[in-house]
């Protein structure tokens, strides 16, 4: 499985991005899509995941300003942000989970950087 992220920029806070993360090969063992961030100084968190039957988690901190969706044709998912907030600054990384007759594996896209500036 590899994974294409892209969207992240700077944005005023208040503001709204959109991140896509794009995943070719193996797609059929994935079981769910995730995105994580790091902040600075902080240790990596999932920011929010949506399984192949459409369920979704969220952190609490982005709960009702973020949304995980997914475009099943385009082997996309996507993470729009609103209300950005200057603590939303981070690298954000895509995820899948996979599970394969030979295990279960995680596969990471590479991070894309959103800087919210107060």
């Known amino acids: 499985v590899q994974l294409q992220a892209s969207g992240g920029g700077k944005v005023q806070a208040g503001g709204s991005l959109r991140l896509s993360c794009a995943a070719s090969g193996s797609i059929y063992s994935i079981q769910a899509m995730n995105w994580y961030r790091q902040a600075p100084g902080k240790q990596r968190e999932l920011v929010a995941s949506?399984?192949?039957?459409?369920?979704?988690i969220y952190a609490d901190s982005v709960k009702g300003r973020f949304t995980i969706s997914r475009d099943s044709a385009r082997n996309t998912v996507y993470l729009q942000m609103n209300t950005l907030k200057p603590e939303d600054t981070a690298v954000y990384s895509c995820?899948?989970?996979?599970?394969?007759?030979?295990?279960?594996?995680?596969?990471w896209g590479q991070g894309t950087l959103v800087t919210v500036s107060s």
């Open positions: 995820n899948a989970d996979s599970r394969m007759p030979s295990g279960r594996y995680h596969y």
């Open positions: 949506i399984t192949n039957s459409g369920s979704t």
